[in-house]
């Protein structure tokens, strides 16, 4: 409501008020009690009125007995009944019978007669009112021949202009000793509040400002012996802290400097060899990759013609020997190329180069393709496979490479992880499993999972979370044994993230594990692209860099 108003002028006008408000309380009442003499004179005068007026109408009376008795006035000439201030005047005397006759239409004379009649001692009665600027005076004179016994009245009926004249004059009076009184008071405050609250007030804000301009040595200097002293004192404390504080901030700023320079320089170091790591591991990979595929394939040749002759007759143990170490030549070799392609794939996520190709995708068709490349492999391990997908499950539209390299990837830890049933004592076994999740509240849509299911070792629950981390294997000698990076589930994590989709595992040590992938029925366009993006921008910020086509 203030806003905007000096603290001199909001003192102002608070203060105005207040007079303003206590002068008129203090003169309603002296202003009251003048109107209240006002009416008293008045009704003293017509009292007054009415004596003379009877001794002039006795006196009338006797000189003339053969009178009716009618009102003398306005013959009254006498000097107070002449009065120029009296706009108008009328007085009679009539008999008790005329004023109950008269009761019902004038309220004044039934007032009066009430009076009259309820005490005996009552001599007259008195009424007045406005009507305009005039004030009217109503007076009854009672007349008795005993105590109780009315014989009649002695009406005088008064306009006076005199009430509002003195009312008007007393008015004037009392509003100039109000603005007098108001002018002075709030002259006075002025002065006070300037000498004494605003002139160390405002010592105070310029010595703010030039400190806020930036003039820390800046002190106040305010020597009024009061609050305004020790204020000043205060201030002058908190600029000396500050002053110190800027100090000792300026020096840990140029000790900052250095640091963050030496910072940046060994970041572009960081960036630098992460960049070179990324494009080592390409390279390498790649390298790799070319000899290892004819490693493989001439390995593979001798396997075979080893093998053939392994099957005729008379087999030296020479042979059967280069069987078994080509055979691990063969192994060995295909899990290198495995590790390298996973070092490959997680090199080429981090560089951003994820190409989504959304299409329309029959889970149970795709799902018996992924089982049938996994059975021979878990056949030769002694392993069964199923396949269990619930009737009525819909189509999903998503991008069916990486689907099928998210659920391959589970399968096959699967089997790499089964034990055999001489070890575990139960026959290993993989469900492969889709089947709808309906939404669970209803702003939800409805999804899919497809999970991989296996009675293997199980990991313990402190290791299920980081087994999705860069190069982590659960240290436990069931799945040491196995060979692989650590970068399997990783992968998957990230091919689902940007499928748009939830990786849930449910685990028990010696009861097996459950990987399931919960998908939408469909990928939006705009989730793969933005994906996409963010995949880009955390390949850039690790370091990684876009690789051409022809390095995959
Ligand atoms: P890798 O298979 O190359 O070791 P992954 O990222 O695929 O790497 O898996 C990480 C670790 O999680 C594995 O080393 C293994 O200890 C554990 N693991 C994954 N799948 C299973 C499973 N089905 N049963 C038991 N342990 C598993």
């Given at each position: 409501m ?10 102002l ?8 408000l ?69 007085a ?20 009066a007669?009430?009076a ?84 160390p ?44 504080n ?12 250095v ?16 960049r ?46 280069r ?23 997680m ?21 018996e ?8 492999l ?21 991008d ?153």
């Amino acid at each position: 409501m203030f806003r905007g108003i000096s603290l001199a002028n909001k003192c102002l006008l608070l203060f105005g008020g207040a007079v303003v408000l206590i002068v008129v309380a203090a003169l309603a009442f002296p202003a009251l009690r003048m109107w209240r003499l006002i009416d008293e004179a008045e009704i003293q005068r017509s009292r007054d009125l009415v004596d003379v007026w009877i001794e002039l109408d006795d006196q009338h009376r006797r000189e003339r007995p053969d009178s009716t008795g009618q009102p003398l006035f306005p013959a009254l000439q006498v000097p107070a009944l002449s009065d120029q201030r009296h706009a108008g005047i009328n007085a009679e005397r009539i008999s008790v019978e005329q004023a109950r006759r008269m009761r019902a239409s004038d309220v004044f004379i039934a007032a009066a007669l009430d009076a009259f009649e309820a005490e005996p001692r009552v001599t007259d009665h008195h009424a007045q009112r406005w009507q305009g600027i005039t004030r009217l005076y109503d007076y009854a004179r009672v007349e008795r021949s005993a105590p109780s016994r009315i014989t009649g009245l002695v009406v005088l009926r008064r306009q006076s202009l005199e009430t509002f004249r003195l009312l008007w004059v007393g008015g004037i009076f009392f509003a100039a000793a109000a603005a007098a009184v108001l002018s002075l008071a709030v002259l006075v405050f002025y002065l006070i509040t300037h000498r004494i609250i605003l002139q160390p007030v405002r010592a105070l804000k310029d010595t703010a400002e030039r400190v806020r301009e930036g003039n820390v040595a800046v002190r106040s200097d305010i020597s009024t012996g009061d609050e305004f002293e020790e204020l000043a004192r205060t201030f002058n404390m908190m600029l000396t802290d500050l002053q110190s504080n800027q100090d000792r901030l300026r020096a840990l700023n140029q000790a900052m400097d250095v640091k963050l320079h030496e910072m940046a320089e060994s970041n572009t170091l960081l960036h630098e060899s992460a960049r070179l790591k990324g494009e080592f591991l390409a390279n390498v990979s790649h390298e790799l990759r070319t000899p290892l595929n004819s490693i493989i394939g001439f390995a593979e040749l001798l396997l075979e013609q080893a093998k053939s002759e392994a099957g005729q007759e008379d087999v030296s143990p020479a042979i059967q020997r280069r069987v078994r170490y080509l055979s691990n030549i063969d192994t060995a070799g295909r899990n290198l190329l495995a590790h390298i392609n996973s070092l490959l794939e997680m090199a080429r996520i981090e560089a951003g180069r994820i190409d989504i190709q959304p299409e329309r995708v029959v889970l149970r068709d795709a799902c018996e393709g992924l089982l049938g490349l996994i059975h021979p492999l878990a056949a030769r391990r002694g392993i069964d496979t199923r396949l269990e997908v619930q009737d009525d499950v819909p189509a999903v539209v998503t991008d069916i490479k990486k689907f099928q390299q998210i659920i391959f990837n589970f399968l096959s830890n699967a089997v790499k992880f089964s034990l055999p049933q001489e070890r575990s004592g139960r026959v290993p076994e993989i469900v492969l499993r889709v089947d709808k999740l309906p939404p669970a509240r209803p702003e939800e849509q409805m999804k899919v999972r497809v999970s991989v299911i296996d009675n293997g070792p199980g990991i313990p629950e402190e290791e299920q979370q980081r087994i999705f981390d860069k190069f982590y294997q659960v240290d436990a000698g069931h799945t040491r044994e196995s060979t692989g990076t650590g970068l399997g589930l990783a992968i998957c994590r990230e091919l689902a993230h940007v499928l748009n989709c939830e990786i849930q595992l449910v685990s028990g040590v010696n009861r097996g594990s459950m990987f399931s992938l919960i998908m939408p029925l469909s990928l939006a366009a705009s989730h793969a692209a933005e994906a996409a993006l963010e995949a880009r921008l955390r390949g850039t910020l690790s370091g990684g860099r876009p690789w051409s086509g022809d390095r995959e």
